[in-house]
Nanobody
Framework: QVHLVESGGGLVQAGGSLRLSCVAS????????MGWFRQAPGKDREFVAA????????IYADSVKGRFTIASDNAQNTVYLQMTSLKPEDTAVYYC???????????????WGQGTQVTVSS
């Protein structure tokens, strides 16, 4: 079991920044990759970014490339998502998840956090 807890969401104006955190506990050795996903009202959950715990590999959705940065801190068992130049269309519940593989495929992530709301006002 891997237990994930997100924090850092909130309300921000367009153009602003937020940093999300995800703390992992439990069998973190089984979590090779940590990913961030988001789900807006009425839409499917979508991939945002992922990184290996080593930080050697990271991937991003095209919609956030150049604006969001994912980073891992092994010592703190924490993964961050730094979000800048936020847009109203970034409004969603953001989830972190873990996978034993390096992937962006949502079905390959087995453990999920409870989510944190990000709202970007125009």
């Amino acid at each position: 079991q891997v237990h994930l807890v997100e924090s850092g969401g909130g309300l921000v104006q367009a153009g602003g920044s937020l940093r999300l955190s995800c703390v992992a506990s439990g069998r973190t050795s089984s979590a090779y990759t940590m990913g961030w996903f988001r789900q807006a009202p009425g839409k499917d959950r979508e991939f945002v970014a992922a990184t290996t715990w080593s930080g050697a590999y990271s991937i991003y959705a095209d919609s956030v490339k150049g604006r969001f940065t994912i980073a891992s801190d092994n010592a703190q068992n924490t993964v961050y998502l730094q979000m800048t130049s936020l847009k109203p269309e970034d409004t969603a519940v953001y989830y972190c998840a873990s996978s034993p593989r390096y992937t962006r495929v949502i079905g390959q992530y087995g453990y999920w956090g409870q989510g944190t709301q990000v709202t970007v006002s125009s």
